[in-house]
């Protein structure tokens, strides 16, 4: 395994990340997911993401259960908060209110005393960002949290974010986990360029393309049987990618693969982990020999005429 700093800060996070997203606590049996969880940590994976709005918190209960095996300094733990957690006015945002208590309560889902990063799931714009980032602060302060970061935020809410935290000296969000793959890229146009200049770090989701990108969806072929997109409480994730221009990119992707010896998912996140800027590639995984396949990644290795080439094909050239 490999390990890059969360952003600027001094914690080291594995470049490949274990999410529970879609997965754990709901479609996966819970036995699996503690074997996907052990295979993940023999590997050397560090980094657990999760959040409460997952199965309502049930993902949180399952990582908590699998990684309480472990000395708690061994690994880094994330999960998130602004989702509805309940039917009242304020079980959701991210209000002072609704942050206290969603953090207290993924402490006693996750069993443990403090979470390592805590993430803004999404930008709540029914809440003063001030409000928000104080609150962050006094869990900081208290020890509840070590870290914060932000999810899906664009670079104007990010920025904002900065300047308040700098002017009223409240500690600064380290993190930024947006969607990146090889058929979503919207963030290297305004968000990379803002977050290598003042030191977050991303923490991408949906390297695969939502299993796009292993190429196991061919272009005029059945969807295949047992997939996310046969799935119907999944299949409008993986719809997206779905259109016959991906499709073919990535029969063209699975040619430089198998040029590079490599399988197409390995090729598609040791492109993701080519980005300086990205601190860690979150994937999901359903079974213990999916995250032995996505590990290998690490030892793809590109030269500039193979970057040339994806780039290229991605580009529809």
């Known amino acids: 395994m490999k390990y890059r700093n969360l ?21 996966v049996e819970d036995q699996t997911a503690a074997a996907c969880i052990d295979r993940a940590y023999e590997l050397g994976i560090n980094f657990f993401d999760t959040a409460n709005v997952y199965r309502r918190g049930e993902a949180e209960k399952v990582v908590g259960q699998a990684l309480a095996k472990y000395p708690r300094e061994s690994f880094v733990l994330a999960t998130k908060g602004f989702g509805q957690m309940g039917e009242g006015p304020n079980d959701r945002g ?36 001030d409000e928000t980032l ?64 003042e030191g977050i ?20 072929q059945p969807l295949p049987e047992g997939s996310r997109a046969t799935d119907p409480s999944t299949s409008q994730f993986v719809e997206r990618f779905l259109t016959e221009s991906n499709l073919r990119k990535v029969e063209k992707l699975g040619a430089v693969a198998n040029r590079l010896d490599c399988s197409l998912a390995q090729l ?25 396949d996505n590990v290998g990644a690490l030892r793809v290795n590109f030269s500039e005429a193979d970057l040339t080439e994806i780039e290229a094909i991605l580009s529809g050239e």
């Open 268 to 292: 598609a996140l040791a492109w993701v982990l080519r980005q300086p800027n990205v601190s860690s590639a979150i994937i999901g995984a359903s079974r213990p020999d999916q995250i032995n």
């Open 7 to 27: 952003g600027k800060s001094g914690l080291k996070v594995s470049e490949i990340a274990l999410g529970s997203w879609l997965t754990y606590g709901g479609s």
């Open 134 to 197: 104080r609150a962050i602060d006094d869990l900081v302060t208290q020890g509840k949290i070590l870290y914060a970061g932000v999810s899906e935020w664009t670079a104007v809410q990010i920025q904002d974010a900065l300047n308040i935290a700098d002017q009223r000296l409240l500690d600064r969000i380290v993190s930024n986990q947006p969607v990146y793959n090889m058929l979503n890229r919207y963030i290297e146009k305004d968000i990379i360029p803002l977050c290598e200049r």
């Open 94 to 129: 991210l209000s002072r209110k609704h942050i206290f208590e969603q953090v207290h309560a993924s402490l006693k889902r996750l069993n443990v005393e403090y979470i390592d990063l805590w993430q803004c799931h999404r930008y709540d714009p029914e809440t003063p960002l």
């Open 201 to 220: 770090g991303q923490v991408v989701f949906s390297p695969l393309a939502q299993g796009v990108l292993t190429g196991k969806y061919k272009y005029g």
